[in-house]
Every structure is written in structure tokens, then in C-alpha cells.
């Protein structure tokens, strides 16, 4: 089994930062992609940021130039940076990552951690 736990989340003024931490845990082969969605208030999940093991990242046009995802690939972590917060980046923010396991590492699992609440005061 694989599990993904975010931390980080909180409540910040608007123009602050907090940075997320996304932990991957159990039988883990090896993760290429890793993503950060979020879940705004009456709207549908939505990815926020996307990373491959190499390196290679991509954003949603809303946050390109404040947030930035990085990686610690031998401790299976992911990190979202973000800068210059504003009320409509408040959602709950979701890990998720294509696990290959050590069990079945031909067929990657798609896991998501339990979210952690981020709120931006105007």
C-alpha cells in the first residue's frame, strides 16, 4: 500500500507564502510524476502543478509565477512553494502521485493524500 500525507496548510494574509509538503510512504518502487491539485470552494478539482523525477514542471496559468513545486526524490516528497497568496488561491490542496510499487511496479498506482486546508484573508 502506498500513502501520501500533505502538511503545511493554514491561514495567511494575502501577498504571504506557505509552502506544502507532500510525504510518500510504503511499498515504493519508484514515483516519476507528482502533482499538487486543489479544490476551491463550489468548483471541480484542478491541477495546480505537475513534476516529473527528472525534473520537467508544468502550472496552471493562475499560479505560473507564484508557486513553484520541487522535489526530493530519495526521501518521496513534494513540495509546493507559494508566493504572493491571494483570496481566490483558498482550497484545499491535494498531493498526488503515479506510484509504481515494489509488488507490481509495471502498473502504477494512482495516489492522492487526505488534502490540507489552505485560507487567504483578504
Known amino acids: 500500500q502506498v500513502q501520501l500525507v500533505e502538511s503545511g496548510g493554514g491561514l495567511v494574509q494575502a501577498g504571504g507564502s506557505l509552502r506544502l509538503s507532500c510525504a510518500a510512504s510504503?511499498?515504493?518502487?519508484?514515483?516519476?510524476?507528482m502533482n499538487w491539485y486543489r479544490q476551491r470552494p463550489g468548483k471541480q478539482r484542478e491541477q495546480v502543478a505537475h513534476?516529473?523525477?527528472?525534473?520537467?514542471?508544468t502550472y496552471a496559468a493562475s499560479v505560473k509565477g507564484r508557486f513553484t513545486i520541487s522535489r526530493d526524490n530519495d526521501k518521496n516528497m513534494v513540495f509546493l512553494q507559494m508566493n504572493n497568496l491571494e483570496p481566490a488561491d483558498t482550497a484545499v490542496y491535494y498531493c498526488?502521485?503515479?506510484?509504481?510499487?515494489?509488488?507490481?511496479?509495471?502498473?502504477?498506482?494512482?495516489?492522492w493524500g487526505g488534502g490540507t486546508q489552505v485560507t487567504v484573508s483578504s
Open positions: 513534476s516529473t523525477s527528472g525534473g520537467y514542471t
Open positions: 510504503g511499498s515504493i518502487f519508484n514515483i516519476n510524476v
Open positions: 498526488n502521485a503515479a506510484v509504481q510499487t515494489v509488488e507490481a511496479p509495471w502498473a502504477p498506482v494512482d495516489a
